[in-house]
T-cell receptor, first 114, second 112 residues
Framework: DVKVTQSSRYLVKRTGEKVFLECVQDMDHENMFWYRQDPGLGLRLIYFSYDVKMKEKGDIPEGYSVSREKKERFSLILESASTNQTSMYLC?????????????FGPGTRLTVL | GEDVEQSLFLSVREGDSSVINCTYTDSSSTYLYWYKQEPGAGLQLLTYIFSNMDMKQDQRLTVLLNKKDKHLSLRIADTQTGDSAIYFCAERSRSSASKIIFGSGTRLSIRP
């Protein structure tokens, strides 16, 4: 079974703090993604990576950065957390670009910024 | 641009059929998907359909694709309380084969 794990289920941080969200997958997938999920807005792509040290901006990259030093790990960084970054963050991974390209999701991290 | 739209809520009686509808904008989409998100969990692929198909059936699930109208639907027969979840329609991105564009999700609730 593919497993995507996220470092925390719940996180509470203060405005201005630097926040790290970690994601690890165990299926040797090339592609990894970070989304945020907000009610009524669905999933919005923040960043994705198709290889180690490679990254591409998604639809809402402002205020975020990412790091992919190893194939299995993709980190999302909030350099200076703000209240409008309170959200559910979902990590996903997928392998290759052929076939139907299923994305496998972690359980999510609910981040609250006070 | 690429956009996927679906209604936010659907309520059905237990035992009835549920039909969740979705429209998409990219006529060149190769794959379209339905993902399910149960409370407190991440998304899980429920089913997918390739663009050269009109229909796909898998046990209680039926997916219909109308390419002319860019309309996708998911029918769940004999809806059970365990079907309560958020259902996301999604399409494969034209700009990047590894990207998927998700709709806003339809929250399905079941009445006794």
């Amino acid at each position: 079974d593919v497993k995507v794990t996220q470092s925390s289920r719940y996180l509470v941080k203060r405005t201005g703090e630097k926040v790290f969200l970690e994601c690890v997958q165990d299926m040797d997938h090339e592609n990894m993604f970070w989304y945020r999920q907000d009610p009524g807005l669905g999933l919005r792509l923040i960043y994705f990576s198709y290889d180690v040290k490679m990254k591409e901006k998604g639809d809402i990259p402002e205020g975020y950065s990412v790091s992919r030093e190893k194939k299995e790990r993709f980190s999302l960084i909030l350099e200076s957390a703000s209240t409008n970054q309170t959200s559910m963050y979902l990590c996903a991974s997928s392998g290759g670009q052929g076939f139907y390209n299923e994305q496998f999701f972690g359980p999510g991290t609910r981040l609250t910024v006070l | 641009g690429e956009d996927v739209e679906q209604s936010l809520f659907l309520s059905v009686r237990e035992g009835d059929s549920s039909v969740i509808n979705c429209t998409y904008t990219d006529s060149s989409s190769t794959y379209l998907y339905w993902y399910k998100q149960e409370p407190g969990a991440g998304l899980q692929l429920l089913t997918y359909i390739f663009s050269n198909m009109d229909m796909k059936q898998d046990q209680r699930l039926t997916v219909l694709l109308n390419k002319k109208d860019k309309h996708l639907s998911l029918r769940i027969a004999d809806t059970q309380t365990g079907d309560s979840a958020i259902y996301f329609c999604a399409e494969r991105s034209r700009s990047s084969a590894s990207k998927i564009i998700f709709g806003s999700g339809t929250r399905l609730s079941i009445r006794p």
